[in-house]
């Protein structure tokens, strides 16, 4: 895979520019299933390090390794620098929490800087606000020699600068619902907020940069997040659906534990590439605020994804501008779970045909129609195979249905199968009477006595 400033190629054990053995997650088997959502895990991960939130969420079924993923990913994390024993992890250029926010530069030089993992903190369903936001530090409160009443920050103030990851994210509805509230918060501005409340201390108010990652199961009840939260949904920017394995041989590598022939040559260094010099298409923001007003798009989160991916696509291609053919790969991710399916099929037809006139392709059916067009051939291709075979064995004067008596010479009573793509339905003279205004006499049948 392509380092993305200089277009060269990192060895395996190259991973931020440190040495180190191949990683799990590099060894993961890639199949047409889940090619997207390592490629959208990537782009997540370049918008941290360019000091941006990109939230995702993973939906599909248990067991197709939508959790592998996301948590093997962190060994793509750079480690970060921090004011030494921060537990906020405080830039020191840029201090935020309430014990360095205040310090001089000097002071800050004097407590020390070290280099620690980027954060990957995981939220269970069991978890309480206070555990998630922060509450009594009860060690330094009960302290014999010196009791001091101070906070101790939770999951999401401990994860400044890095990842958090949320399982069967679905069920917070029901499981949590205090903390979907608090991450209505967390991921509705960019930075983020939250705020740490206990009685007898002041409130305090931090600024949280971190990536949200979110699995859920739709075939569970309650089901995908959409569902359940309309509001905490389109906090997330994109929603990728993983598939199942598309082919024996994906199966047969993920049995035997060892990356295939569809692995990475080696690893992505997403440190080197700046999300800031990626050069937008005049007409893209120009096409994204049509696409805001033609289809009704209810949030303007929609079209502002929509731009952040399309840059993020572009770094990870190792290009220098971003355009219609990036914004037609990212679309589909970013209205999975805002839009209808209608409304998808027709903003992506929209695109592509603006995409197939741009480089002069106007014979080439859109992926909409075709994708229509395999559905079909799917549902009628068994259907004729079938009518064949009986063709064969009934007698001729029992037509099959969709077929027609041959009526030219040497043809009659012959029966052809007429082809289902084809084939013209008549609808009825007239729309059916309902029940309740049919006269009492047409409800009811009543048979002469034949004995009478």
């Not at 918060?185 to 009685?199: H, L």
């Not at 990652?213 to 905490?232: C, F, H, M, V």
């Not at 027709?346 to 002069?360: N, P």
């Not at 064949?388 to 009934?394: D, N």
Request: glycine content about 8%; charged content about 20%.
């Amino acid at each position: 895979m392509p380092n993305l400033a200089q277009g060269t190629i990192h060895n395996k054990n190259t991973i931020w520019g440190v040495k180190q053995s191949m990683g799990e997650y590099y060894r993961l088997i890639r199949h047409g299933g889940n090619r997207d959502l390592f490629r959208m895990v990537e782009m997540s991960v370049a918008a941290l390090v360019n000091g941006q939130s990109f939230h995702i969420q993973a939906e599909g079924l248990r067991g197709t390794g939508k959790t592998t993923i996301m948590r093997t990913a962190r060994e793509l994390l750079p480690p970060i620098t921090r004011i030494k024993n921060c537990l906020y992890n405080c830039d020191p250029a840029m201090p935020h929490c309430p014990v360095h926010r205040h310090l001089p530069p000097a002071e800050i030089e004097a407590l020390g800087v070290e280099q620690v993992p980027r954060p990957f903190l995981e939220i269970s369903q069991a978890a309480k606000p206070s555990t998630i936001v922060g509450s009594i530090d009860l060690a330094r409160l009960t302290n014999p020699v010196e009791p001091q009443a101070a906070l101790l920050p939770g999951t999401i103030p401990q994860a400044h600068r890095g990842i958090i990851f949320i399982d069967e994210v679905n069920r917070l509805a029901d499981t949590s619902p205090e903390l979907a509230d608090i991450l209505l918060d967390v991921m509705g501005t960019r930075p983020g907020r939250v705020q740490i409340e206990e009685a007898g201390l002041p409130v305090v108010e931090l600024p949280v940069h971190l990536c949200i990652w979110a699995a859920s199961n739709p075939d569970e009840n309650p089901g995908p997040l959409s569902r359940i939260r309309k509001q905490l949904a389109d906090r997330f920017d994109v929603t990728v659906t993983m598939g199942r394995p598309d082919t024996e041989q994906a199966v047969v590598e993920i049995l035997a534990g060892h990356g295939g022939s569809d692995a990475p040559g080696g690893a992505v260094n997403l440190t080197t590439g700046c999300l800031d010099r990626i050069e937008m298409h005049p007409k893209i923001r120009q096409l994204l605020a049509r696409l805001y007003i033609t289809y009704n798009l209810e949030s303007l989160r929609t079209v502002a994804a929509m731009e952040t991916a399309v840059r993020l696509a572009a770094l990870l291609a190792g290009q220098s501008s971003a355009g219609l053919t990036e914004l037609a790969q990212v679309a589909p991710f970013v209205l999975a779970h805002r839009v209808s399916k209608d409304t998808i099929a027709a903003i992506m037809s929209d695109l592509h045909g603006l995409l197939y006139g741009q480089v002069k392709k106007p014979e080439t059916v859109s992926a909409t129609a075709q994708l229509a067009r395999q559905t079909l051939s799917r549902w009628t291709r068994p259907w004729a195979a079938l009518a064949a075979r009986l063709a064969a064995v009934l007698p001729n004067k029992y037509p099959l249905p969709g077929s027609h008596i041959g009526g030219g010479k040497g043809e009659q009573g012959t029966a052809h199968i007429a082809d289902p793509l084809n084939t013209v339905i008549i609808a009825p003279p007239k729309p059916a009477t309902p029940l309740n205004r049919l006269p009492d006499e047409q409800l009811v049948s009543r048979e002469a006595n034949p004995h009478a």
